[in-house]
């Protein structure tokens, strides 16, 4: 015998369907709403393996808790396994029990960058051998690519987007080579951009003038006793280094420029930096302290840098530098 629950939504009695395998799955008003986001091309497919998810977990009725759960883990890996979290018997659902998909992210690194439906790294040019590149850009996009992939940030963006997810959903992070910044660190959620300190070298200086010849800057002027450097015109791209044919001018310091908080669109804004001379720890660290950030405080598709406005840019640079000192 079959009993039919009616449940009234919105005013409406609507009779739920009947999942395969046994088992009625209601849907709460809120729930339903979001469903009714989806594209109608691909609704049926996800209504199904929402009500799968629930049902597998011992659920009958989708929240919008539980759609939030059920992107999340399509979008790669699992659920959240915090307290509000369904579980079934040996552990939460992985999105490969969902829905059967592969592994989106893409191996290797290449001056495309590295990318899932949620998050991209781009490199520039030094990639692919770059001249003027100061760091190893692939070693470094990888190391970043890392720290998104392994961060859940795919879910909680997932979980947070009803229909397809466009351009401007995803979490951007650019790495440059050297300050001509290529990659376009400026307009992206977090960017990092190699950078070279020019210093006094051992060798002699001829007095060529090269080095202050090479400074778009105009932060190098040679004296008869040798070159000096204007460092709050300087940019720290490597030029004038490279130039000295006399060991004149030499690298003093190197590291990497993090900047976080940039975005195009109806309301554009400017990434600002975070930190200047960073190493590669430290700007991992940076990167995960944006991303659990991010999972704390954004609000259901909320851009990262609308929620850099929101919060205040002052707040966010307290808190990746303090995750910064490391």
Same mark, same amino acid.
């Given at each position: +015998?079959?009993?039919?629950?009616?449940?009234?939504?919105?005013?409406?009695?609507?009779?739920?369907?009947?999942?395969?395998?046994?088992?009625?799955?209601?849907?709460?008003?809120?729930?339903?709403?979001?469903?009714?986001?989806?594209?109608?091309?691909?609704?049926?497919?996800?209504?199904?393996?929402?009500?799968?998810?629930?049902?597998?977990?011992?659920?009958?009725?989708?929240?919008?808790?539980?759609?939030?759960?059920?992107?999340?883990?399509? &979008?790669?890996? *699992?659920?959240?396994?915090? *307290?509000?979290?369904?579980?079934?018997?040996?552990?939460?659902?992985?999105?490969?029990?969902?829905?059967?998909?592969?592994?989106?992210?893409?191996?290797?690194?290449?001056?495309?960058?590295?990318?899932?439906?949620?998050?991209?790294?781009?490199?520039?040019?030094?990639?692919?051998?770059?001249?003027?590149?100061?760091?190893?850009?692939?070693?470094?996009?990888? %190391?970043?690519?890392?720290?998104?992939?392994?961060?859940?940030?795919?879910?909680?963006? &997932?979980?947070?987007?009803?229909?397809?997810?466009?351009?401007?959903?995803?979490?951007?992070?650019?790495?440059?080579?050297?300050?001509?910044?290529?990659? *376009?660190?400026?307009?992206?959620?977090?960017?990092?951009?190699?950078?070279?300190?020019?210093?006094?070298?051992?060798?002699?200086?001829?007095?060529?003038?090269?080095?202050?010849?090479? /400074? &778009?800057?105009?932060?190098?002027?040679?004296?008869?006793?040798?070159?000096?450097?204007?460092?709050?015109?300087? *940019?720290? /791209?490597?030029?004038?280094?490279?130039?000295?044919?006399?060991?004149?001018?030499?690298?003093?310091?190197?590291?990497?420029?993090? +900047? %976080?908080?940039?975005?195009?669109?109806?309301?554009?804004?400017?990434?600002?930096?975070?930190?200047?001379?960073?190493?590669?720890?430290?700007?991992?660290?940076?990167?995960?302290?944006?991303?659990?950030?991010?999972?704390?405080?954004? +609000?259901?598709?909320?851009?990262?840098?609308? +929620?850099?406005?929101?919060?205040?840019?002052?707040?966010?640079?307290?808190?990746?530098?303090?995750?910064?000192?490391?």
């Amino acid at each position: +015998m079959i009993q039919l629950i009616v449940t009234p939504i919105r005013g409406v009695y609507t009779v739920p369907k009947i999942v395969e395998g046994g088992g009625f799955v209601d849907w709460e008003a809120d729930a339903r709403e979001r469903l009714e986001r989806v594209p109608f091309f691909i609704r049926k497919r996800v209504k199904k393996q929402i009500e799968e998810f629930v049902r597998d977990q011992g659920g009958r009725l989708v929240t919008g808790y539980d759609v939030t759960l059920a992107r999340r883990a399509l &979008a790669g890996g *699992q659920a959240d396994s915090g *307290q509000h979290s369904r579980e079934k018997a040996g552990g939460v659902l992985t999105a490969g029990e969902l829905s059967g998909i592969e592994d989106l992210v893409e191996k290797g690194v290449s001056v495309e960058g590295l990318k899932t439906p949620h998050h991209e790294v781009r490199v520039c040019g030094g990639a692919a051998g770059c001249p003027l590149s100061l760091i190893d850009d692939r070693a470094v996009s990888t %190391a970043l690519a890392g720290v998104l992939n392994a961060s859940g940030l795919d879910r909680h963006i &997932a979980g947070g987007i009803d229909g397809p997810v466009l351009f401007h959903h995803k979490f951007r992070v650019t790495v440059s080579g050297c300050p001509n910044s290529c990659s *376009q660190p400026q307009i992206v959620d977090f960017g990092v951009v190699g950078q070279s300190v020019p210093g006094r070298g051992e060798g002699h200086c001829t007095g060529c003038g090269l080095c202050a010849g090479v /400074c &778009a800057e105009k932060a190098v002027s040679v004296r008869e006793d040798g070159p000096v450097f204007d460092y709050s015109r300087c *940019q720290n /791209c490597g030029q004038c280094i490279r130039s000295c044919p006399a060991d004149a001018v030499r690298e003093a310091d190197s590291g990497y420029r993090v +900047m %976080a908080g940039g975005k195009l669109g109806r309301h554009p804004r400017l990434a600002e930096v975070v930190l200047e001379l960073a190493d590669e720890q430290r700007i991992k660290a940076v990167l995960e302290g944006a991303v659990r950030l991010f999972r704390a405080e954004g +609000m259901d598709g909320e851009r990262f840098a609308a +929620m850099v406005d929101r919060l205040g840019m002052d707040r966010v640079k307290e808190v990746l530098r303090d995750v910064g000192k490391c």
